[in-house]
């Protein structure tokens, strides 16, 4: 049976009923479809700032100088103002409360890069049981780098990629870690880094490595790991054994040579790899005749693709297992198989580490709504071909880390709205002429609130491509709305915020 859905009614529902066991978060958050953003101040005196996020508990917005040196770091505060007359919102809101300061408290700036790098805009992370913040600083990349020192061919080479671990309660730089001429995906985390609790994974795609460390609560990164060239402590030593042995044996025959060349092995992670794909076919025939059929026709003639993968993305599933994306190749049922998995156990792939903020395990997906089932279904009957249906939906695996807002506007059990204009996941998206309309998910056709990037009375130009992106707080019904244009014009700022 619908209930009557206003905050006072609601109120007074809580006060006489206990939610059922285990829904009491489920009930505060319905309050959200009566507490929405119902006011927007276009075109906000703002500082030229670049900006990057909310932090995951709703403490900090981090953001960036346009010169890519400085990160500054506000305080999320409320619009406040004293006024005279009897009805304050008779003329609208006094002028200074149109300004950025009203609604946010800078803490401090501090210069990250130094003399030849930039912050990459695009990467943060955030630990928020220590407010602790990872960014990363680099080089300009190298195209034509020489494959010299293990590195693989054809992969850019950067010349230094800094990773700062910084306290965003009073911006002290704790440690630092450096990667000298090495490449590591970092715009928006791409695989390229991931952070699980106090473990952070880093991939050198260049030399085919992931780096583990570990953040200590005194704030220091320690290494615990490299895994790819060997993957167990005493591989080194083993093979550094076998090499002597070997060496020993020949100086000690009829022969005698003067150097003894590199071993031809394949990293220990792929050595791994292609054991694990043999004995996949091996199992899939009893009969020898047909195995070795099934051998030649699925591993030998594919063999060297198989050698040819390289470590691309990685993700942490809990503190003991990674899931690690190789490099595409034909390898028949196995996406499949993936895409089985990833329909029935979605929530899986978006690793939540148990120091995660609570508002992150409301995040919307096919495993806990409903609509967003039906929403894929409906994608997947859509679909002319199931091979690439399956491609787009597994091409994001592994999700990238924190690349979703937790706010509970998206959450799709609350509100309706167009993903193709908006949606949860921190990506830069073709700016609408329209508002975008958020819709009550059980009063049908019910609008709640409406989101519109760019000018109030829009532009006429429609000549330079717009993009924007937007930046909900994770608790507070406030966003913000940047558009701009791809010819370096000031950007658009809008505030949306409850009155």
Same mark, same amino acid.
């Given at each position: 049976?619908?209930?009557?859905?206003?905050?006072?009614? @609601?109120?007074?529902? @809580?006060?006489?009923?206990?939610?059922?066991?285990?829904?009491?978060?489920?009930?505060?958050?319905?309050?959200?479809?009566?507490?929405?953003?119902?006011?927007?101040?276009?075109?906000?005196?703002?500082?030229?700032?670049?900006?990057?996020?909310?932090?995951?508990?709703?403490?900090?917005?981090?953001?960036?100088? @346009?010169?890519?040196?400085?990160?500054?770091?506000?305080?999320?505060?409320?619009?406040?103002?004293?006024?005279?007359?009897?009805?304050?919102?008779?003329?609208?809101?006094?002028?200074?409360?149109?300004?950025?300061?009203?609604?946010?408290?800078?803490?401090?700036?501090?210069?990250?890069?130094?003399?030849?790098?930039?912050?990459?805009?695009?990467?943060?992370?955030?630990?928020?049981?220590?407010?602790?913040?990872?960014?990363?600083?680099?080089?300009?990349?190298?195209?034509?780098?020489?494959?010299?020192?293990?590195?693989?061919?054809?992969?850019?080479?950067?010349?230094?990629?800094?990773?700062?671990?910084?306290?965003?309660?009073?911006?002290?730089?704790?440690?630092?870690?450096?990667?000298?001429?090495?490449?590591?995906?970092?715009?928006?985390?791409?695989?390229?880094?991931?952070?699980?609790?106090? %473990?952070?994974?880093?991939?050198?795609?260049?030399?085919?490595?992931?780096?583990?460390?570990?953040?200590?609560?005194?704030?220091?990164?320690?290494?615990? @790991?490299?895994?790819?060239?060997?993957?167990?402590?005493?591989?080194?030593?083993?093979?550094?054994?076998? $090499?002597?042995?070997?060496?020993?044996?020949?100086?000690?025959?009829?022969?005698?040579?003067?150097?003894?060349?590199?071993?031809?092995?394949?990293?220990?992670?792929?050595?791994?790899?292609?054991?694990?794909?043999?004995?996949?076919?091996?199992?899939?025939?009893?009969?020898?005749?047909?195995?070795?059929?099934?051998?030649? !026709?699925?591993?030998?003639?594919?063999?060297?693709?198989?050698?040819?993968?390289?470590?691309?993305?990685?993700?942490?599933?809990?503190?003991?297992?990674? %899931?690690?994306?190789?490099?595409?190749?034909?390898?028949?049922?196995?996406?499949?198989?993936?895409?089985?998995?990833?329909?029935?156990?979605?929530?899986?792939?978006?690793?939540?580490?148990?120091?995660?903020?609570?508002?992150?395990?409301?995040?919307?997906?096919?495993?806990?709504?409903?609509?967003?089932?039906?929403?894929?279904?409906?994608?997947?009957? !859509?679909?002319?071909?199931?091979?690439?249906?399956? !491609?787009?939906?597994? $091409?994001?695996?592994?999700?990238?880390?924190?690349?979703?807002?937790?706010?509970?506007?998206?959450?799709?059990?609350?509100?309706?709205?167009?993903?193709?204009?908006?949606?949860?996941?921190?990506?830069?998206?073709?700016?609408?002429?329209?508002?975008? !309309?958020?819709?009550?998910?059980?009063?049908?056709?019910?609008?709640?609130?409406?989101?519109?990037?760019?000018?109030?009375?829009?532009?006429?130009?429609?000549?330079?491509?717009?993009?924007?992106?937007?930046?909900?707080?994770?608790?507070?019904?406030?966003?913000?709305?940047?558009?701009?244009?791809?010819?370096?014009?000031?950007? $658009?700022?809008?505030?949306?915020?409850?009155?």
């Amino acid at each position: 049976m619908f209930r009557r859905n206003n905050v006072t009614a @609601r109120i007074f529902e @809580r006060q006489m009923s206990n939610p059922a066991p285990g829904t009491s978060v489920h009930r505060a958050r319905r309050f959200y479809e009566n507490i929405v953003p119902s006011h927007t101040i276009y075109d906000i005196e703002c500082p030229d700032l670049l900006f990057r996020k909310f932090t995951d508990d709703g403490q900090y917005l981090v953001t960036f100088s @346009r010169n890519h040196q400085d990160l500054i770091v506000y305080r999320p505060t409320w619009l406040s103002f004293s006024c005279k007359v009897k009805d304050c919102y008779a003329d609208g809101l006094p002028n200074k409360a149109n300004k950025f300061e009203s609604f946010f408290t800078q803490l401090y700036s501090v210069t990250l890069a130094s003399t030849g790098e930039f912050i990459c805009k695009d990467f943060f992370l955030y630990i928020e049981g220590k407010q602790f913040g990872i960014f990363a600083t680099s080089t300009a990349q190298i195209h034509d780098a020489p494959a010299v020192g293990g590195a693989i061919q054809g992969v850019p080479s950067i010349e230094k990629i800094t990773f700062h671990l910084l306290r965003l309660e009073d911006g002290v730089i704790l440690d630092e870690r450096v990667f000298c001429n090495d490449y590591v995906h970092l715009a928006h985390s791409m695989g390229g880094v991931f952070l699980y609790d106090d %473990l952070l994974a880093i991939v050198s795609l260049r030399y085919q490595r992931i780096h583990i460390l570990q953040i200590r609560d005194s704030g220091n990164l320690v290494d615990v @790991r490299a895994i790819g060239k060997y993957c167990h402590e005493d591989d080194e030593l083993f093979l550094n054994s076998s $090499v002597q042995v070997s060496s020993n044996h020949i100086e000690n025959g009829s022969q005698h040579i003067e150097h003894i060349p590199e071993t031809p092995f394949l990293s220990g992670l792929k050595q791994r790899l292609l054991s694990f794909i043999f004995r996949g076919i091996w199992n899939e025939e009893d009969d020898p005749n047909l195995r070795m059929q099934c051998l030649k !026709k699925k591993f030998y003639f594919h063999f060297q693709d198989y050698v040819d993968l390289i470590i691309w993305k990685v993700q942490f599933l809990d503190r003991h297992h990674l %899931l690690i994306k190789f490099g595409s190749v034909d390898g028949g049922n196995t996406a499949e198989e993936l895409y089985s998995l990833f329909e029935l156990f979605c929530d899986h792939f978006h690793s939540s580490s148990k120091n995660s903020s609570l508002y992150m395990n409301f995040i919307s997906s096919h495993s806990n709504n409903i609509h967003a089932l039906e929403q894929l279904r409906s994608n997947k009957n !859509k679909a002319t071909s199931f091979p690439q249906f399956v !491609k787009k939906m597994l $091409v994001n695996l592994p999700f990238n880390c924190q690349s979703q807002s937790p706010s509970p506007y998206f959450d799709q059990s609350l509100f309706r709205y167009d993903e193709k204009l908006i949606s949860a996941t921190d990506r830069h998206r073709q700016s609408a002429e329209h508002p975008i !309309k958020f819709s009550s998910r059980r009063q049908h056709n019910i609008l709640k609130f409406k989101i519109k990037p760019g000018p109030e009375a829009g532009t006429s130009d429609c000549r330079n491509k717009k993009i924007c992106s937007f930046l909900f707080h994770p608790v507070l019904p406030l966003a913000i709305s940047i558009q701009q244009t791809l010819f370096f014009q000031p950007a $658009v700022v809008n505030i949306h915020f409850r009155r």
